[in-house]
């Protein structure tokens, strides 16, 4: 029984879904589905029920699940620990956005706990680089939002939120319970600078080319609509002054918020950081 065989299982498991897992796994459905049976026929149990109505976990299936957690946990501490030994001990860390989000805030706590021996290094960046500095290799690995170029990346979704348009509340618009982008057509929008990732500038900007002024980080989008009357987007949930207000988009896609790593990094710390990333997201 290898750690891969189990750490499929228990994506599997948690997702109750062979495509989510498999997208959360970075691979195909076909070979994640085989792995799978070949780790029931190896045991002599089967893990989960199958049906038309979806997936579910068997008695042996849960069973295992915590076993699983319990023996990918121990060999997690290993490889950190080993990791530490050898004098790798620090983890910098991209932070794009609100640090308020209490995922992040139960990441810091867990990993923290999980790792006391690790200095955690966190690089707060603007809104113009989504990879919060990773391609510069100013970062081991990224709390981000999608979407990005991912090119030489690996993304790990860990939680999508819907988003909504920032406005201010003495707006005519504030008043509704939701809107749509044709609703803001006509509006001037605040606007990322030239050279921003394409894919990131077209997902705030509602897949249009805006008007408006350009700003470069959360603080300058609040004071560009407070004192313009400019328009934008953000995830909703976030903590904004009474003068503003955000109304749902009802057509726009959710939010993705994700960590991001270089392709070819096998720096455990990463490794871990991602697993417990994950739970903490997850709760």
Same mark, same amino acid.
């Given at each position: 029984?290898?750690?891969? &065989?189990?750490?499929?299982?228990?994506?599997?498991?948690?997702?109750?879904?062979?495509?989510?897992?498999?997208?959360?796994?970075?691979? !195909?459905?076909?070979?994640?589905?085989?792995?799978?049976?070949?780790l029931e026929s190896d045991l002599g149990a089967a893990l989960f029920h199958r049906s038309a109505a979806g997936v579910s976990l068997t008695s042996?299936?849960?069973?295992? #699940?915590?076993?699983?957690?319990?023996?990918?946990?121990?060999?997690?501490?290993?490889? /950190?620990?080993?990791?530490?030994?050898?004098?790798?001990?620090?983890?910098?860390?991209?932070?794009?956005?609100?640090?308020?989000?209490?995922?992040?805030?139960?990441?810091?706590? +867990?990993?923290?706990?999980?790792?006391?021996?690790?200095?955690?290094? /966190?690089?707060?960046?603007?809104?113009?680089?989504?990879?919060?500095?990773?391609?510069?290799? #100013?970062?081991?690995?990224?709390?981000?939002?999608?979407?990005?170029?991912?090119?030489?990346?690996? /993304?790990?979704?860990?939680? +999508?939120?819907?988003? %909504?348009?920032? #406005?201010?509340?003495?707006?005519?618009?504030?008043?509704?319970?939701?809107?749509?982008?044709?609703?803001? +057509?006509?509006?001037?929008?605040f606007r990322f600078p030239d050279g921003t990732d394409p894919l990131w500038r077209a997902y705030w900007n509602g897949g249009e080319t805006r008007? %408006?002024?350009?700003?470069?980080? /959360?603080?300058?989008?609040?004071?560009?609509?407070?004192?313009?009357?400019?328009?934008?987007?953000?995830?909703?949930?976030?903590?904004?002054? %009474?003068?503003?207000?955000?109304?749902? #988009?009802?057509?726009?896609?959710?939010?993705?918020?994700?960590?991001?790593?270089?392709?070819?990094?096998?720096?455990?710390?990463?490794? !871990?950081?991602?697993?417990?990333? &994950?739970?903490?997201?997850?709760?």
């Open positions: 029984m290898e750690l891969r &065989t189990l750490r499929y299982f228990v994506a599997v498991a948690e997702e109750l879904h062979f495509g989510r897992a498999a997208v959360r796994l970075h691979m !195909s459905q076909p070979p994640l589905s085989r792995a799978i049976r070949q042996a299936g849960a069973t295992l #699940l915590d076993e699983a957690r319990a023996l990918l946990d121990h060999a997690e501490r290993i490889r /950190v620990r080993v990791a530490v030994a050898a004098g790798a001990a620090v983890l910098t860390v991209g932070i794009l956005g609100d640090g308020t989000d209490r995922g992040a805030q139960r990441l810091a706590v +867990a990993y923290g706990l999980r790792h006391p021996d690790v200095e955690v290094r /966190v690089r707060e960046t603007d809104l113009t680089d989504p990879t919060c500095g990773l391609r510069a290799g #100013l970062v081991d690995v990224a709390l981000t939002r999608a979407p990005f170029d991912e090119t030489g990346l690996t /993304v790990h979704r860990l939680r +999508a939120d819907p988003v %909504g348009a920032v #406005l201010r509340a003495d707006d005519p618009l504030a008043r509704r319970d939701r809107l749509e982008l044709a609703d803001l +057509a006509s509006r001037r929008w008007e %408006g002024p350009v700003v470069r980080g /959360v603080q300058e989008c609040v004071q560009a609509v407070l004192w313009n009357g400019t328009v934008g987007m953000a995830p909703l949930g976030h903590d904004l002054s %009474g003068e503003l207000t955000v109304v749902p #988009l009802t057509d726009m896609t959710p939010s993705p918020v994700v960590a991001a790593w270089k392709e070819d990094d096998t720096n455990p710390l990463v490794r !871990s950081f991602v697993r417990i990333a &994950t739970a903490a997201y997850r709760d």
